[in-house]
C-alpha cells in the first residue's frame, strides 16, 4: 500500500523543465492532458496566487525590513527608513514597559485556556451527539458565540472592564460573597490544601464563560468527526461485552483524536489573534502612536511566539494520535 | 379501562425486572440519572451563553435612576427607549448600520468567490508548486494580520507605481479614501480569514466522488461547465455556510474595517470608540468631557453590542441549519 502511494505520488511530482514546458506554448508537452490540466488548475488558483504576491509577500518582506528600521514619516512622500541594528527589538524586549509582561501573560493564559478549551469542546460534543430532547436547539445555541465573541463585541466590554468597573465589581464581589471559587479557595488555602494546581484549576473556573464562547467551532469540528462513526463499531463492542467507559476510550476517543491537531491548532490561533487580547491591544496601540518600526517589531516577536505554541502542540498531539493509530 | 391496562403493563415489568435480577431497574435508573446530570449540564451552559444578552436587553430599557438602584436587577421599573436614542446619536446609527451592511454583503460575495474557485482548483487538478501554494494558505491561516498591517497600510496610502503617478499628480495616490483596496484583497483571496475557507471548501470539493466529473467530461462538458452546473450545486451547502462565516465576521470586524474603511463610518469602528466619544456627548462644553459612571458607561456600550448582535441573531435563527450541518459535513472529511 505505502510503496503504492509513493509510486503515485513521484508520478505526480511536476520536475522544473516540465512545469515550464506546461505552461509555455510552441512545445511538444504543451499539448499534452497534464499540461492541460495544470494550465486549467493554476488558472482556478490565480486569484489566491496574485493576491499572496501582491498583498502578502510584499508587505511581508516590507513590514521585515521596518522592523529592522527606524521609520519616519514624510508628509506627501510615505516614509523613510533608516537602519538601527536591531533597535526596535531591543526595544520590545528591553525598553517597552508593557509588552514583555502582557506577552508572558497572555501565553500563560493562553495555555490554560486552549486546555481547558479543548477538553470542554470535546465533553460537550459527546454529549451533544447523543439523542435527547432538545438537541437541535442546543446546538444552535452552543453555536451562537461563533457570532456574539467575534471582531469588536468581546473587545468592547472588555475595554470597560480595564478601564474602572474591574475595581469595583472585584469589590462587590468580595463583599457579598457572590464569587463562589473564591471564597473555595479562600477555604481550602485555610486548611492548607491550596496548591499551585489548584491555582490553574480556580483560573479555568472562572474563565469558563470565556472558554465556552471561544469553543464554538471546536464543538462543530469534533461533533463533525463523532457523528462519521459507524454506529456498528459500538454495537460489537457491546456484544463483546465492553462497558461504555472502555468504548469511550477505545472507540471514541481514537476515532475522533486526529481532529484534536485541527482543533488545537485553531483554538492556538483563534487565542492569539483576538480582539481582547492585551498583547494585540497594545501592538495596535504603538501602531496608532505611530511607533511603526517598534510595532512590526512587536508583532514579528508575537508571531514567533505563536508558532513556537502550534509546533509544541502539533508535536505533543501528534504523539498522543499516532499511539492510536498503530 | 386505561388504568387496567397501566397497572397491568406495571405488573409485566416488575415480574421482567425480577427474572432480569435487578438488571432492569438497575439500567432504568442508570439512565435516568444521566439524562438528569446532561439536562442539566446543558440548560446552565446554555443559560450562561444567553444570559448576557438577556442582562443587557433587560438593562437596555431602564432610566438612568434604575441603574443605581439595588433593588433593580433584571427587569426596569422605568421602562424608557430614550438609551437607543442616544447610542443612535453615538453611532451615527442608521448611516453606518447601513453601510455595515453593503460592505459585509459585497467583501463577503466577494471572498466568497475567489474562495470557491481556489479552493476547487486546489481540490482537483495537479499543477506545478501545488504543495507550495497549499503551504502558503496554512501559513496565510497562522500569520497576524497585525504582522503586514503597517506595509499594507502604507502601500495604500501612498499607491504608486513605479513613480509614474507621482511625476503625474505631484504626489502619490491616496487609495484608502474608498473601498477598492479592500474589495482587491477580497477578490484575491487576501481578505479576512480567507485562508480558512479556502480551506473548508477545498475540503469538501475533495470529497465529491470524481467520477461525477468524468461522465460530464465524457458526455462532452467543458471545464467551466462542469464547476458550474456539477460541482458547485453540489457545494452550495458549504458555500453558502462560508458566505455567512464571512457575511458575520466581516460585520463584527474591526482590524481591517478600521485600516481600510476609515473613509465611512462603519458600525463596528463606532462601536469600539463610543466610551471616548460618550464624555463629550453629555458635556455642555463640547471641548470638554464628562466622566460619566461606570454603569451607565457599561448600560450604553451592552445598547451598543446589542444593535450589532440582533442582525445577526436574526439571521442566525433563519440560516441555523446552514451553518451547522455543513460545517459538520466538511469536517467529516478530514
Known amino acids: 500500500m505505502s510503496t503504492h502511494r509513493r509510486k503515485k505520488e513521484k508520478r505526480e511530482r511536476w520536475g522544473f523543465m516540465e512545469s515550464i514546458t506546461a505552461l509555455l506554448p510552441l512545445n511538444d508537452n504543451y499539448d499534452t492532458m497534464r499540461s492541460r490540466n495544470a494550465r486549467t488548475g493554476v488558472l482556478f488558483v490565480l486569484p489566491f496566487i496574485l493576491g499572496f504576491l501582491l498583498f502578502m509577500v510584499t508587505p511581508l518582506v516590507q513590514s521585515v525590513i521596518m522592523s529592522l528600521n527606524k521609520v519616519v514619516l514624510v508628509p506627501g512622500e510615505g516614509y523613510q527608513l533608516t537602519w538601527n541594528n536591531f533597535e526596535n527589538y531591543k526595544y520590545a524586549m528591553g525598553v517597552d514597559p508593557y509588552f514583555n509582561q502582557y506577552l508572558v501573560d497572555e501565553s500563560g493564559r493562553m495555555a490554560i485556556n486552549a486546555t481547558a478549551t479543548l477538553v470542554l469542546s470535546f465533553v460537550i460534543a459527546v454529549i451533544l451527539n447523543q439523542k435527547f430532547k432538545g438537541r437541535t436547539m442546543a446546538r444552535a445555541i452552543f453555536f451562537l458565540p461563533v457570532i456574539l465573541a467575534s471582531g469588536v463585541l468581546p473587545g468592547v466590554e472588555k475595554q470597560l472592564d480595564f478601564n474602572m468597573l474591574q475595581g469595583v465589581s472585584d469589590e462587590i464581589a468580595a463583599q457579598s460573597g457572590v464569587n463562589i471559587s473564591a471564597s473555595l479557595q479562600n477555604l481550602l488555602s485555610i486548611s492548607g490544601v491550596g496548591s499551585g494546581v489548584f491555582d490553574v484549576l480556580f483560573d479555568m473556573i472562572d474563565a469558563i464563560y470565556d472558554i465556552v464562547m471561544a469553543s464554538g467551532i471546536q464543538i462543530i469540528v469534533f461533533l463533525s468527526g463523532l457523528s462519521a462513526i459507524s454506529p456498528s463499531l459500538y454495537e460489537a463492542a457491546d456484544v463483546e461485552g465492553c462497558t461504555a467507559w472502555e468504548a469511550f476510550w477505545k472507540i471514541t476517543f481514537p476515532m475522533v483524536s486526529p481532529l484534536l491537531l485541527v482543533n488545537a491548532i485553531y483554538t492556538i490561533i483563534d487565542f492569539f489573534m483576538k480582539n481582547d487580547n492585551k498583547v494585540m491591544e497594545w501592538i495596535n496601540t504603538q501602531f496608532t502612536r505611530t511607533r511603526y518600526g517598534e510595532s512590526t517589531a512587536e508583532s514579528w516577536i508575537y508571531f514567533g511566539v505563536a508558532l513556537a505554541f502550534i509546533g509544541i502542540a502539533s508535536l505533543v498531539i501528534s504523539r498522543v494520535v499516532k499511539q492510536y493509530d498503530s | ?334
Do not use: H
Open chain 2, 1 to 334: 379501562m386505561t388504568a387496567k391496562t397501566e397497572s397491568l403493563s406495571r405488573e409485566k415489568a416488575r415480574s421482567a425486572n425480577k427474572k432480569s435480577g435487578g438488571y432492569l431497574f438497575r439500567s432504568g435508573v442508570k439512565r435516568w440519572t444521566i439524562s438528569i446530570v446532561r439536562g442539566l449540564l446543558i440548560f446552565g451552559l446554555c443559560f450562561m451563553i444567553i444570559q448576557p444578552m438577556l442582562t443587557r436587553f433587560g438593562s437596555s430599557l431602564m432610566e438612568e435612576r434604575d441603574l443605581y438602584d439595588a433593588t433593580i436587577v433584571l427587569l426596569p421599573r422605568n421602562v424608557t427607549l430614550d438609551n437607543y436614542r442616544i447610542v443612535f446619536d453615538l453611532t451615527t446609527f442608521p448611516r453606518s448600520m447601513i453601510n455595515t451592511a453593503w460592505t459585509s454583503l459585497i467583501v463577503s460575495v466577494l471572498q466568497v468567490i475567489a474562495c470557491t474557485l481556489v479552493g476547487y482548483g486546489f481540490a482537483r487538478y495537479e499543477f506545478p508548486l501545488k504543495r507550495f501554494w497549499f503551504a502558503c494558505v496554512v501559513l496565510m491561516i497562522i500569520i497576524p494580520p497585525q504582522t503586514i498591517a503597517t506595509p499594507l497600510y502604507m502601500n495604500f496610502r501612498y499607491f504608486d507605481i513605479a513613480g509614474i503617478i507621482k511625476t503625474f499628480r505631484g504626489e502619490p495616490l491616496n487609495l484608502l479614501s474608498n473601498i477598492t483596496p479592500y474589495m482587491l484583497m477580497s477578490a484575491t483571496c487576501m481578505g479576512l480569514k480567507d485562508g480558512l475557507y479556502i480551506y473548508m471548501l477545498r475540503q469538501y470539493f475533495k470529497g465529491i466522488p470524481k467520477s461525477l466529473e468524468e461522465a460530464a467530461y465524457v458526455d462532452g462538458c467543458s471545464t467551466l461547465r462542469t464547476f458550474t452546473t456539477i460541482m458547485l450545486p453540489d457545494a452550495l451547502p458549504t458555500v453558502l455556510s462560508c458566505f455567512l462565516f464571512s457575511f458575520v465576521w466581516q460585520w463584527t470586524d474591526l482590524f481591517y474595517t478600521r485600516n481600510f474603511l476609515k473613509s465611512m463610518p462603519i458600525y463596528s469602528t463606532e462601536l469600539s470608540s463610543i466610551l471616548t466619544r460618550m464624555g463629550r456627548y453629555f458635556s455642555a462644553d463640547a471641548e470638554k468631557a464628562v466622566i460619566i459612571p461606570p454603569a451607565r458607561q457599561q448600560q450604553l456600550v451592552s445598547i451598543g453590542v446589542l444593535i450589532c448582535c440582533i442582525p445577526l441573531i436574526i439571521l442566525y435563527i433563519f440560516t441555523q441549519r446552514t451553518f451547522v450541518e455543513s460545517i459538520a459535513m466538511s469536517g467529516s472529511k478530514e
